[in-house]
């Protein structure tokens, strides 16, 4: 390798480093100020949706949780669109309160505004201690809150299109959601979804991002999760080469 090389592969090193800090920084600061009420979420109806833990065992009467659910109706019209958030790795007011493109346009599309909190975040835990089981944290099972809750809502209002809505974690999800659930939205968008950068990113970069989710999911965040806890578990849904 030469000097020159040598040179490019240490400042994209760098670079990598400085946004992964950058963005743990925004978050953690968006996370402390989160937790007080806003005028966004104050216009906000809440609703509780009850979730079967595990949407795949095949069960009867499967063992639930309470799923929360913030939403305004505020400027919806008859057989409008619901614009729907994926939530991410925190407590769901922090995404009521930061989302402010749902809200800029509700009125002007006539728009239910739908934000869905991330299972074993917020108020949305499936255990008591939710250190004690993490193997239902995972993001079919969370995609799969989100059908349910997508679901309801539009049969409900009636509503003539679902959007999607997501960033960072959340956008993979609205992503992948988009794939998985296409009966049941009709477009997403995903702000700053790393949905390829996996693929290319290196030993040192996903310490970062190893160290980035797992202090996301802590109790600074809205989680049940001790801070050296493990990090959601991510699952390969599609893949393909590139020419």
Avoid at 27 to 52: I, M
Avoid at 234 to 239: A, E, G, I, L
């Amino acid at each position: 390798m030469t000097d020159t090389q040598l040179s490019i592969v240490t400042s994209s090193s760098r670079m990598r480093t400085l946004v992964a800090a950058t963005c743990w920084i925004l978050h953690l600061l968006l996370g402390l100020t989160g937790a007080h009420a806003s005028p966004w979420v104050n216009k906000c109806q809440t609703r509780y949706f009850n979730q079967p833990k595990d949407h795949f065992a095949f069960k009867s009467n499967p063992p639930s949780f309470k799923q929360r659910v913030l939403y305004n109706l505020e400027h919806f019209k008859e057989e409008g669109p619901i614009f729907f958030y994926l939530g991410n790795e925190a407590d769901v007011e922090l995404y009521v309160d930061h989302t402010g493109l749902m809200w800029e346009n509700a009125e002007a599309f006539g728009a239910a505004v739908v934000f869905a909190e991330h299972r074993y975040y917020g108020k949305s835990r499936l255990f008591a201690d939710d250190a004690c089981d993490m193997s239902l944290l995972t993001t079919e099972q969370a995609l799969a809150d989100f059908a349910v809750v997508v679901d309801t809502f539009k049969r409900e209002l009636n509503a003539s299109a679902v959007i999607g809505f997501g960033g960072s974690y959340g956008g993979m999800l609205a992503t992948v959601f988009k794939f998985q659930y296409s009966h049941l939205v009709d477009g997403v968008i995903a702000a700053s979804a790393p949905v390829r950068h996996f693929r290319f990113i290196s030993l040192y970069g996903v310490l970062i991002l190893e160290t980035l989710l797992t202090v996301l999911a802590s109790p600074i965040a809205g989680s049940g999760i001790p801070r050296n806890g493990p990090s959601i578990r991510f699952k390969r849904v599609c893949s393909r080469r590139d020419s």
